[in-house]
């Protein structure tokens, strides 16, 4: 989950997405979920295009197929084409992270 909380959001997102892609990179299954400032990462034309927000394009390349976008309520805004995100509740991604064996929050 990255959500970017604390007090250096940016370094929290290169954080979480760093240690998925080098997951993803030895072969582990990685799933990402954003929520709250991390769904920053996720909008088709964000305020600022950072290097951890080109950085995300290439999760595909790291065997990373599951991006979820986890939204207290409805999704409003459009979502980047160039890597494959799937919409979820907060409700229903406390039910998924049961299934995982590892959780990460950044």
């Known amino acids: ?4 909380g604390g007090e250096n ?5 290169k954080g979480g ?9 030895m072969g582990q299954h990685v799933s990402l979920a954003f929520s709250g400032q991390g769904l920053d990462l996720l909008h088709a034309s964000p305020n600022q295009v950072s290097d951890t927000y080109r950085l995300l394009g290439s999760a595909p390349f790291y065997d990373i197929k599951q ?10 805004l459009p979502l980047r084409t160039d890597i494959p995100i799937a919409l ?11 299934s995982h064996d590892v959780v990460v929050n950044y």
């Open 1 to 4: 989950m990255i959500s970017g």
């Open 88 to 98: 979820m509740s907060a409700h229903a991604w406390q039910a998924a992270i049961a």
């Open 9 to 13: 959001p940016a370094l929290a997102f």
């Open 17 to 25: 997405l760093d240690l998925a892609l080098a997951a993803g990179a």
């Open 67 to 76: 991006i979820y976008a986890v939204y207290e309520g409805e999704a409003t």
